[in-house]
């Protein structure tokens, strides 16, 4: 069975502060890992996913199947960068996600 | 376009009473999926449903029920409400194929 495991339930940082958002996973076939992030007031909604590599709003995330972590990553937070962040691993059957449990970013100013 | 929309919105049980959860999508998607929200336990499935007809059980099923009559509608029952199940419930969709869930804005649901 999958499990995500994010260790810091809150971090606070302030503004201009370097970010790094741990998760660790186990799973025992090759995993597809995301980011999902939820803002105040507003829907859960995808950040990025470690196949594409990519940068979004200034955040990435790179796999380390080695130590099986996928941290999410920012080198200057912003105020607008508070929100629940979540780590999910994607299994085959089903396209479920597994969560972990998030962790609340605080950007002070 | 409405995306995900799930009703109500908020709703207060008394422990034995039954609802009904809302889950209705207009994107045509395949998957759909029930998740409860408890502080410090993210996000858990409960149940889950691969195309229209079929339904299967997620990690955390017990007290719930669903259905997937139509391919746009995905129904949460609770057939006897419980404090446990106080929880913020959300409803996701995926379209096969894709990596990207598309999330309902949530139910709120306290049983006192």
């Known amino acids: 069975a999958q499990r995500v495991t994010q260790p810091e339930k809150l971090l606070s940082v302030f503004k201009g502060a370097p970010v790094e958002l741990k998760c660790n996973y186990s799973?025992?076939?090759?995993?597809?890992l995301f980011w999902y992030v939820q803002y105040s007031r507003q829907r859960l909604q995808l950040l990025l996913r470690?196949?594409s590599r990519e940068s979004i709003k200034g955040f990435t995330a790179d796999l380390n199947k080695g130590e099986t972590s996928f941290h999410l990553k920012k080198p200057f937070a912003q105020e607008e960068d508070s929100a629940m962040y979540y780590c999910?691993?994607?299994?085959?059957?089903?396209?479920?996600?597994?969560f972990g449990g998030g962790t609340r970013l605080m950007v002070k100013p | 376009n409405a995306g995900v929309t799930q009703t109500p919105k908020f709703r207060v049980l008394k422990t034995g009473q039954s609802m009904t959860l809302l889950c209705a999508q207009d994107?045509?998607?395949?998957?759909m999926y029930w998740y409860r929200q408890d502080p410090g336990m993210g996000l858990r499935l409960i149940h889950y449903?691969?195309?229209?007809?079929?339904?299967a059980k997620g990690e955390v099923p017990d007290g719930y029920n669903v259905s997937r009559l139509k391919k746009q509608n995905f129904l949460l029952g609770l057939e006897s409400a419980a404090p446990s199940q106080t929880s913020v419930y959300f409803c996701?969709?995926?379209?096969?194929?894709?990596?990207?869930?598309?999330f309902g804005s949530g139910t709120r649901l306290t049983v006192v």
């Open positions: 470690h196949i």
């Open positions: 449903s691969v195309g229209e007809g079929t339904t």
């Open positions: 994107m045509n998607h395949e998957y």
């Open positions: 996701a969709s995926l379209r096969s194929g894709d990596y990207g869930y598309t």
């Open positions: 999910a691993l994607r299994a085959n059957a089903g396209n479920m996600l597994t």
């Open positions: 799973y025992s076939g090759s995993p597809e």
